[in-house]
């Protein structure tokens, strides 16, 4: 079952138990998934690698909007926010801890030939290809600059 079946399947039984925040949530992915099928060179398929860079997008807005409001006192608002960042999140990959993502990064540091800070574009832009969906960048980036010796 793909992505769009499984949010769709999911949007029917939300209808059905009245779940009006977690609909909300779900209509925000399938609402996403469609323009990114119908925009200019989408070609009519949705690649698994970018429906995880929508999911992961549309969490980061959500959790950077509940930080703004939780700032600007708001929990009402901001738990709604954080409700909905949680219930996109269950579509993602399960996320690696930082012990797991060490040794991958260590390989890649020098399978790159990085030996200091200068030279963490590199190793970031071939972390961020490998570990696409399993980690976060802002994860990846600390523990890149931890292993490079800040």
Request: charged share 30%.
């Amino acid at each position: 079952m793909s992505l769009t079946e499984k949010i769709n399947e999911d949007i029917k039984k939300a209808m059905l138990a009245r779940e009006k925040d977690k609909l909300e949530a779900l209509r925000a992915v399938k609402s996403a998934l469609l323009l990114e099928l119908t925009s200019e060179g989408g070609g009519g398929e949705i690649s698994a690698e970018t429906e995880i860079k929508i999911l992961q997008k549309l969490v980061k807005q959500r959790r950077e909007t509940a930080t703004i409001y939780t700032e600007q006192n708001r929990a009402d608002l901001a738990a709604t926010e954080t409700f909905q960042a949680d219930i996109i999140s269950v579509y993602l990959p399960s996320q690696m801890t930082a012990e797991e993502l060490k040794p991958i990064i260590q390989t890649i540091i020098t399978e790159t030939g990085a030996n200091s800070i200068k030279d963490m574009g590199k190793v970031m832009a071939a972390a961020s290809g490998k570990l696409a969906g399993k980690a976060d960048n802002k994860t990846i980036s600390r523990i890149i600059k931890e292993l490079l010796g800040n």
